[in-house]
């Protein structure tokens, strides 16, 4: 049986921390790779048209955009909560994943700031190039 060490730390519950640290930060880490990887070079772009499903019926579609902002907010509060300091992952990178999905008036306007920070979009184009994928193209 493991001894306490702090009260209620024991070596077990260490151990599992830093096994959900690595399993979220390893999750989280793949799918925001994956996503940025497959979307169009020229997403950032004011003439790239973002219709959701717009050949689909408007039942379908609006059930397929409910769904689309829900995993936006989802996806925007992960960023924040991963953005603070000892808890792993890209936060700023899940939080622009989340702000893409998401429909509201400015989104474009937030989407070209958070991207023209240098450091995050050379850390998007460094792995869009590690899989053969061109830079992305912002106006």
């Known amino acids: 049986m493991l001894t306490v060490v702090f009260g209620f730390i024991t070596l077990r519950s260490v151990l599992l921390g830093v096994l959900l640290f ?22 950032f772009q004011k003439n790239h048209s973002r219709e959701f499903w717009k050949d689909s019926s408007p039942a379908i579609r609006l059930l397929g955009v409910v769904i689309k902002n ?14 603070l300091p000892g808890v792993p992952g890209q936060g700023i990178l899940t939080i622009l994943l ?23 979009l050379k850390t998007i184009n460094k792995l869009r190039h590690r899989f053969g994928k061109p830079a992305l193209v912002l106006d």
């Open 70 to 83: 829900g995993l936006g907010v989802l996806l925007v509060a992960l960023g924040i909560v991963l953005s």
């Open 98 to 120: 989340g702000i893409m999905l998401l429909d509201f008036p400015g989104r474009r306007k937030l989407e070209t700031k958070l991207l023209s920070r240098p450091a995050i």
């Open 22 to 43: 690595v399993v979220t930060f390893s999750i989280n880490l793949i799918i925001v790779s994956i996503i940025l990887v497959k979307i169009p070079a020229t997403y």
